[in-house]
């Protein structure tokens, strides 16, 4: 019986140069974007962030997906600095007190209370719209489309384009927007299918001609 891997189920062809290449041959980009404390902005400050992200949604003429990943907190770090605090604890009591603080620390976060959440927007480019190519026409081009490395450099810089202004009118609401790396893409996606490991900080070793 064949073997079946994960790969087989991905849309995804491709990662370079911070592009995302689905195997239909279409790109995505995707911004990581910071977080605020709404519930402790005043009412003014709240009625102007809202009306800023309207204004940002109203400009928009392309599509885009806001992601937003929780999973457990993880302090796999902090923990060995307490147990490494506990050995070297001199004081017998102190040591105790230690031991009993990083336990209760682990215990915590196993109860899955504690959530850590990241925010991502996904923004979509297609060959077809750096062709400028009218829906009158969409019916009669061919099915796989293979995408030149001239057009994917063109289909990049226009994705970016894009990119730059959702990071513009995401800052006017007050959040700071990055785009993700070659390297951080295939961690992010990565970690979608390894939650443990990636729970406890653990991911595999990238190969440099995979980073750039």
């Given at each position: 019986?064949?073997?079946?891997?994960?790969?087989?189920?991905?849309?995804?062809?491709?990662?370079?140069?911070?592009?995302?290449?689905?195997?239909?041959?279409?790109?995505?980009?995707?911004?990581?974007?910071?977080?605020?404390?709404?519930?402790?902005?005043?009412?003014?400050?709240?009625?102007?962030?809202?009306?800023?992200?309207?204004?940002?949604?109203?400009?928009?003429d392309f599509s885009c997906q806001i992601?937003?990943?929780?999973?457990?907190?993880?302090?796999?770090?902090?923990?060995?600095?307490?147990?490494?605090?506990?050995?070297?604890?001199?004081?017998?009591?102190?040591?105790?007190?230690?031991?009993?603080?990083?336990?209760?620390?682990?215990?915590?976060?196993?109860?899955?209370?504690?959530?850590t959440k990241n925010f991502y927007v996904?923004?979509?480019?297609?060959?077809?719209?750096?062709?400028?190519?009218?829906?009158?026409?969409l019916l009669k081009m061919p099915k796989?489309?293979?995408?030149?490395?001239?057009?994917?450099?063109?289909?990049?810089?226009?994705?970016?384009?894009?990119?730059?202004?959702?990071?513009?009118?995401?800052?006017?609401?007050?959040?700071?927007?990055?785009?993700?790396?070659?390297?951080?893409?295939?961690?992010?996606?990565?970690?979608?299918?390894?939650?443990?490991?990636?729970?406890?900080?653990?991911?595999?070793?990238?190969?440099?001609?995979?980073?750039?």
């Open positions: 019986m064949a073997e079946v891997t994960t790969q087989k189920f991905l849309e995804i062809e491709q990662i370079r140069e911070g592009v995302i290449i689905l195997k239909n041959q279409t790109l995505r980009g995707v911004l990581m974007v910071s977080s605020l404390n709404f519930a402790l902005k005043s009412e003014e400050e709240q009625s102007a962030i809202l009306y800023q992200f309207q204004n940002f949604l109203n400009s928009l992601v937003v990943q929780s999973r457990r907190l993880n302090i796999t770090g902090y923990i060995e600095k307490l147990k490494e605090l506990e050995r070297k604890q001199e004081n017998e009591l102190l040591k105790i007190q230690t031991k009993g603080y990083h336990e209760f620390i682990e215990g915590l976060v196993a109860t899955g209370l504690i959530m996904v923004i979509p480019f297609t060959l077809l719209e750096a062709q400028a190519v009218p829906p009158t026409k796989v489309i293979t995408l030149t490395e001239e057009e994917f450099q063109r289909c990049k810089s226009q994705l970016w384009q894009r990119m730059e202004f959702l990071a513009l009118g995401l800052r006017r609401c007050g959040l700071h927007a990055v785009p993700l790396s070659t390297e951080e893409l295939i961690e992010l996606f990565w970690s979608l299918y390894h939650p443990k490991e990636a729970e406890v900080g653990y991911f595999p070793e990238i190969p440099p001609e995979l980073t750039q």
